[in-house]
């Protein structure tokens, strides 16, 4: 089963509103987790490392006021997207890093994955 | 629904050694395919994409060739370098039917001087 949730799968939001996506670890405690964009007809985009207990990282380019993240806990990151416009519409995937945490082998996961569509 | 299937790991090689992490997939329409690779501590990088039938992708002396003929799309790589040690994903892209991206497991590889 899956051992990474995000929700909600599909969001609809009018512009100017901000929505919340969650990332969770169900069965391990991930200190990194990673958010990515998907732009149309595109690869995945790294938009940012999140830290545990800390600030997170932004790849050049992704603007951290509009795209807040948020890592409180072991096991739950956030990705924020404030006063959302039709162009923030695009699929979100987070994945987390179960280094150190007896799972052997691949220590990625991914969520299932976020539809935004801002109207 | 849309599935990777990835070859499970962890693989250990030696340096010098050829490399071959086996994908297939499971689509119901003609999706694009794509191999990730993540090195330690990083996010997710495109290492190779091929967008239709027969084409064939290729980046740091990796390939790997779309056969919908047995819905595969292996990576190979003639000489590993302890460089090539991270976690290698098989993707597929199907946006025609509204899913976008599936990705396989992983497979970690581990390359020994």
């Known amino acids: 089963g899956a051992v990474v949730s995000q929700h909600p799968s599909r969001v609809i939001c009018k512009s100017g509103t901000s929505v919340k996506i969650e990332c969770r670890s169900l069965d391990f405690q991930a200190t990194t987790m990673f958010w990515y964009r998907q732009f149309p007809k595109k690869s995945l985009m790294l938009m940012a490392t999140?830290?545990?207990?800390?600030?997170?990282?932004?790849e050049q380019g992704v603007e951290k006021d509009k795209f807040l993240i948020n890592h409180a806990s072991l096991t739950l990151s956030t990705l924020t997207v404030t006063s959302a416009h039709p162009e923030d519409s695009s699929f979100y995937i987070c994945s987390a890093d179960s280094a150190g945490q007896g799972k052997g082998g691949n220590t990625i996961y991914f969520g299932e994955g976020s539809w935004l569509t801002v109207v | 629904g849309n599935s990777v299937t990835q070859m499970e790991g962890p693989v250990t090689l030696s340096e010098e050694a050829f490399l071959t992490i086996n994908c297939t997939y499971t689509a119901t329409g003609y999706p694009s395919l794509f191999w990730y690779v993540q090195y330690p501590g990083e996010g997710l990088q495109l290492l190779l994409k091929?967008?239709?039938?027969?084409d064939k992708g290729s980046n740091k002396g990796f390939e790997a060739t779309y056969r919908k003929e047995t819905t595969s799309f292996h990576l190979e790589k003639g000489s590993v370098q302890v460089s090539d040690s991270a976690v290698y994903f098989c993707a597929l892209s199907d946006q025609n039917y509204g899913q976008n991206f599936v990705f396989g497991p992983g497979t970690r590889l581990s390359v020994l001087p």
């Open positions: 999140s830290n545990e207990g800390s600030k997170a990282t932004y």
């Open positions: 091929a967008t239709k039938a027969d």
